[in-house]
Structure formats: structure tokens, C-alpha cells
């Protein structure tokens, strides 16, 4: 039964099973452009795009740390919960944060509204995603709103350190961080991706 584990988890005060969720948001996000201000820094871009890397449950595979070597970094990014972080990304295979979490945080506030913005491994500081690639950041924001969670697409991920799971369509990283899922759609694969699990800093700085 769902509904009782889902009680009785530690991850019911902010994480709940990823299920569709749909809104129209066009209107949101462009107001949201609109507010946003963060200043972009000058940074090389990761490769991204190209064909999808599966891999089996080994990536999954127990470590140290629940699926991982070490926990989340302390410091992560756009003030996310950091205890429900180290939870969803390493202890975990199935929950998600609640869908719209992302807007609650100071994502919006900090987010670059003109250049691609990097994602980072919450736990490595490896880069995972790239976006917006090949569309607008109002139709980043636009879909992921639409959706619930951060949607990204085959030509803003970085391969290098991503995977899905041939099995499930599980998204994780090469390390054992659990993201979220590929939700293929009309489009093409859609990587629904908590926004905990992404908010790390680069290796350098974390």
C-alpha cells in the first residue's frame, strides 16, 4: 500500500511519489523573467547532447553512504533543505520533493535569466545538466512549472556524468546520486530532476 509507507517515511515532510502534475504556467514564467536579475558569470560549458548513456542497477549499487560514497555537500546551492537532499539523492530510489519545491527555494531569485546555468552533482560537484540549450529560458521555466520539477532535455545533458537506468528509466549520476526520472513525452526524453539533487557546487568551490 502506498499511501501507508508514504506515512510512515521520513520523507513525507517534503518528499512525496512523482506523479503527473499539470498546469498551464506560460503566464508564470514570463513573469518570473521578467523579476529575474541574477547576474551570469563567464564560465566554460560542459559537453552536453548526444545519445543516451544506460546502465544497469550497479551504479546503484550500495556505498559508504546509501547509493553514494559521501553525503551531500554542505553548502549547496539556492538554499534547498539539505537533511531531505542527502535523503532523496542517497537513500532513496522512488520518492521525489514535492512538485513545485524548485519555486520555493531562491532558485528564481538567483538563477541566470540570460545565460545557461550549470548543474552540479549535490553530492560530487560533477556537472549533470546545461540549461536552457536550443530554447528559451522562459520555455525552460515554462515547462518545467508545467510539469512540477526541472525538465530537462537529450541536448542539455552532460552524458560524462549522467545515466538511466535501461530498466526503469531511473536518472542518476555515474556516482549513484538519484535525480529523478526520463518521462519521455510528444518531444522526446524529458528528465524530470529534483532540484535537490542538482543544487551542488563545482568540485572546486564546494
Known amino acids: 500500500?502506498?499511501?501507508?509507507?508514504?506515512?510512515?517515511?521520513?520523507?513525507?515532510?517534503?518528499?512525496?511519489?512523482?506523479?503527473?502534475?499539470?498546469?498551464?504556467s506560460a503566464a508564470l514564467a514570463s513573469g518570473l523573467l521578467m523579476s529575474g536579475s541574477a547576474k551570469a558569470e563567464t564560465q566554460?560549458?560542459?559537453?552536453?547532447?548526444?545519445?543516451?548513456?544506460?546502465?544497469?542497477?550497479?551504479?546503484?549499487?550500495?556505498?559508504?553512504?546509501?547509493?553514494?560514497?559521501?553525503?551531500?555537500?554542505?553548502?549547496?546551492?539556492?538554499?534547498?533543505?539539505?537533511?531531505?537532499a542527502d535523503r532523496i539523492?542517497?537513500?532513496?530510489?522512488?520518492?521525489a520533493e514535492y512538485a513545485g519545491y524548485w519555486k520555493t527555494t531562491n532558485?528564481?531569485?538567483?538563477?541566470?535569466?540570460?545565460?545557461?546555468?550549470?548543474?552540479?552533482?549535490?553530492?560530487?560537484?560533477?556537472?549533470?545538466?546545461?540549461a536552457p540549450i536550443g530554447r528559451t529560458m522562459q520555455e525552460f521555466l515554462a515547462e518545467s512549472d508545467a510539469h512540477g520539477w526541472p525538465s530537462f532535455r537529450d541536448q542539455e545533458v552532460v552524458w560524462e556524468n549522467m545515466r538511466v537506468l535501461r530498466t526503469t528509466g531511473e536518472a542518476v549520476s555515474k556516482d549513484g546520486t538519484h535525480l529523478g526520472h526520463n518521462l519521455p513525452d510528444k518531444k522526446g526524453n524529458r528528465y524530470c530532476i529534483n532540484l535537490i539533487s542538482v543544487a551542488g557546487r563545482p568540485i572546486a568551490d564546494a
Not at 1 to 24: E, G, H, I, V, W
Not at 89 to 95: A, E, G, M, Q, V
Not at 115 to 127: A, R
Open 44 to 84: 566554460v560549458l560542459p559537453k552536453t547532447g548526444g545519445p543516451m548513456v544506460l546502465c544497469g542497477e550497479e551504479v546503484m549499487s550500495q556505498k559508504a553512504h546509501g547509493t553514494s560514497e559521501k553525503p551531500v555537500q554542505q553548502n549547496l546551492r539556492w538554499n534547498v533543505d539539505r537533511n531531505n
Open 107 to 130: 532558485f528564481l531569485k538567483e538563477v541566470s535569466m540570460t545565460e545557461p546555468t550549470i548543474y552540479y552533482d549535490s553530492v560530487t560537484g560533477k556537472p549533470l545538466f546545461v
Open 1 to 24: 500500500m502506498l499511501l501507508p509507507l508514504l506515512l510512515a517515511s521520513p520523507f513525507s515532510a517534503l518528499a512525496l511519489p512523482r506523479r503527473p502534475f499539470l498546469k498551464q
Open 89 to 95: 539523492c542517497n537513500f532513496n530510489r522512488h520518492y
